[in-house]
């Protein structure tokens, strides 16, 4: 997305589109995240969708976060 879209939400509704429709197929399943630790707005999405953090580890040269929420916390 351009920068000028930034914070507008954009993401966040796409992104709980994207899991409402999953949710519909599976939705016992649980549903990983995984960012970089340094990408604070990366981590303020995934809280704002109800992901928490269960662990950080090194991949691709810097420290990560796993997150996880169920699938069916984003069911209608």
Known sequence: MRRSAWGAGFAFEA???ALRAAADELPDQPV??????ANKRSLKLAARLGFRPIST????????????APLSMFRI
């Not at 990983?32 to 630790?37: A, D, G, V």
């Not at 580890?57 to 996880?68: K, P, S, V």
């Open 57 to 68: 580890f090194e991949d691709y040269g810097a420290e990560q976060t796993l997150c996880t």
């Open 32 to 37: 990983l995240l995984m960012t970089q630790t």
């Open 15 to 17: 992104a709980t589109a």
